[in-house]
């Protein structure tokens, strides 16, 4: 049976860790009939927590995805995770969301990764409501929470509900939408609530709060505006039309509140995922480049299903039993079991062998997915995260998901020689599911290195090849990933010789070589155009620089913002080998960059510490010794909170001198800011 696209909503929960995100979805699910229990985290029980690492841990890692109903609707929700070490999880699940919930803790308001994950939804233009978690805590300030987020994201705030009492006297919330008071019964676990109208000792203050709210959204709606300034009657269903009409179009957040642990405030709130975040029709069209032979051209991908057939793969996650699940939001088209579809990028084709409803850690089948769905596809071999599924007669690149840079590494080896090709088989496996998981042989040692995000991130990666795949592995010392580039601008040419099997190779080039802007990455450019030129040896160069840029310059690490532009090209029809190119390109490469003034950079870490006022001091000069800086501080009903940036390198330990300084009373949160000059080159001291 077809989905009415109207009443679809793609949602995604995000927030800091700990705010309670993944409590927050098992409450929705519970209301929503999709469960019959209520799990909690702290007994490794929640439904979307199923691996096991994520109920030991407390921690979400891997984004579940899960559909359920609500009155007439259909909601399919995923839930990420909040620790910075798994920021890609985010990432990847934003890009293919229509609107997403932030949730808010009421004590701490704005924590450092929902500055994060705000940006991010930012970048994908995501509409968004808020959340306000725990109001039932000591603390607890929704309005502090309502100009924290507008402070920091400089967006306007709109509150559709305001709390009665907070902290320990919160009994209920004033929906100021409908003007009703809402109180729960603790004893049915929230199930039942009584909802009156707002009595006497409220109302005042209510309608002060109401009228805020319909001043604020007038200003984003002509309609409403016209008929509030001339002091017409705004009935409710004007308001929530003006509401989701600001949401969908960024103009403004909703806010709204509860105690997800509590049971409070999680009817409301998926009332309000309905009424205000955007179906698949109402969201701008996906954008993607039609591949011509010639050319590339930009078009926009409509939501229909009666178009070709496209979607975009966003996950990847491995089944023992059904091998590679590919997670896939379609875009346009329809996607039928037992179907070939065209892998854009790759250029070849692959056979959809069953199509899956998720249920978080269970499947239904399902014959056809169509436009604005997400679902899981069963037998794609190649297809990996960011690859767009087609047809050749819509040949439609969807944009790519793009990554951070893994930052910390440590060496890994099999405890036998028998354990090598299972080890190596595994890493093919995790690199696959998770973009920012990488592994090598180091050309030197012939040791195998794993790169990830955090010291977490790697922790969680190596726990799982010794527990879900029974790799038996020793493990090194985490070590830091650094970066090489170069200052200054060169130009080089080179000719490339050698007789190999009684036939000379010969290869020539001349090329620029510089340094990019920070942050913009390798770039290269031919601007040789020579039809006497076969196709293969242009891709033979480009391929031998961009080998070139992993290999690096002086001490083997990947490059990073060179730029190169190839301006001349000797080229013979009968010495001139694809090999030879190659060749020449990474020898060229190499000479050039040696000139060309190269230097090492490390990664630099932004650490937001939060702990007591009378342990700041000691917070600092803990940061300081490590050569880290001090950008600035925040005071917050909850403490204090430092910000700073570091060198990665000097980052290890710092969590057990922290506690140590502060009593265990200090926290701190990490993530990736930038690479670089690291002074002295290798020399660690």
Partial sequence: MAIDLKKMRNIGIMAHIDAGKTTTTERILYYTGKIHKIGEIDDGAATMDFMKQEQERGITIASAAITTKWKDCTINIIDTPGHVDFTAEVERSLRVLDGAVAVICAVDGVQPQTETVWKQADE????????????????????YCLNDIKDKFGCATVALQIPIGQGESFEGLIDLVRMKEIRWDMESEGEKFDEIDVTEKYRAEAQKWRDKLIDDVASCDDELAEIYLEGGE???????????????????????????????????????????????????????????????????????????????????????????????????????????????????????????????????????????????????????????????????????VKFPEPVISIAIEPETLSDKDKLVDTLAVLSREDPTFTSHEDAETGQLIISGMGELHLDVLVTRMKDDFGVKANVGAPQVTYRES??????????????????????????????????????????????????????????????AFAS??????????????????????????????????????????????????????????????????????????????????????????????????????????????????????????????????????
């Fill in 234 to 400: 705004i009935s409710d269903e004007m308001l929530v039309s003006a509401i989701r009409k600001g949401t969908v179009s960024r103009s403004f957040v909703p806010f709204v509140l509860g105690s997800a642990r509590h049971n409070q405030g999680i009817q409301p709130l998926i009332d309000a995922v309905i009424a205000y975040l955007p179906s698949p029709l109402e969201v701008p069209c996906a954008k993607g480049l039609h591949v011509k032979k010639d050319k590339e051209e930009s078009v926009e991908i409509p939501c229909d299903e009666k178009k070709m057939p496209l979607g975009l793969v966003f996950k990847i996650q491995q089944d023992r039993e059904m091998g590679a699940l590919s997670f896939v939001r379609v875009y346009s088209g329809k996607f039928s079991v037992g179907t070939q579809v065209l892998n854009v990028g790759k250029k070849k084709r692959e056979r959809i062998n069953k199509i899956l409803r998720v249920n978080a850690n269970h499947m239904e089948q399902m014959d056809s997915v169509s436009a604005g769905d997400i679902a899981v596809f069963v037998g794609l071999k190649i297809s990996q995260t960011g690859d767009t599924l087609g047809s050749e007669g819509m040949p439609v690149l969807l944009e790519s």
């Fill in 124 to 143: 994908f233009k995501v509409p968004r409501i808020c959340f306000v978690n725990k109001m039932d805590r000591i603390g607890a300030d929704f309005f």
């Fill in 552 to 685: 690096g310059i002086q001490y083997g690490y990947p490059c990073v913002d060179i730029g190169v532009t190839v301006t001349k090209i000797e080229y013979s029809e009968l010495t001139g080998t694809p090999f030879a190119f190659t060749a020449c390109a990474a020898q060229i490469f190499d000479e050039a960059t040696r000139k060309a003034g190269p230097e090492l950079l490390e990664p630099v870490m932004n650490v937001d510490i939060s702990c007591p006022l009378e342990f700041v001091g000691d917070a600092i000069s803990q940061v300081i010794q490590r050569g880290g800086q001090i950008a600035g501080q925040d005071s917050k009903s909850s403490g204090e909170i430092v910000h700073c940036t570091a060198p990665m390198a000097k980052m290890f330990g710092f969590s057990t001198n922290l506690r140590s300084v502060t009593q265990g009373r200090a926290s701190f949160s990490m993530e990736f800011s930038h690479f670089q000059k690291k002074p002295g080159g290798l020399n660690f001291n």
């Fill in 486 to 547: 170069v200052t200054s601008d060169v130009t080089e040419s080179f000719k490339w010789e050698k007789n190999l099997a009684g036939k000379d190779n010969v290869a020539a080039l001349t090329i620029k070589l510089g340094p990019n802007e920070q942050g913009t990455g390798n770039t290269y450019t031919c601007d040789v155009h020579d039809n006497s030129i076969p196709d293969e040896i242009y891709e033979a160069i480009k391929s031998g620089f961009e080998g």
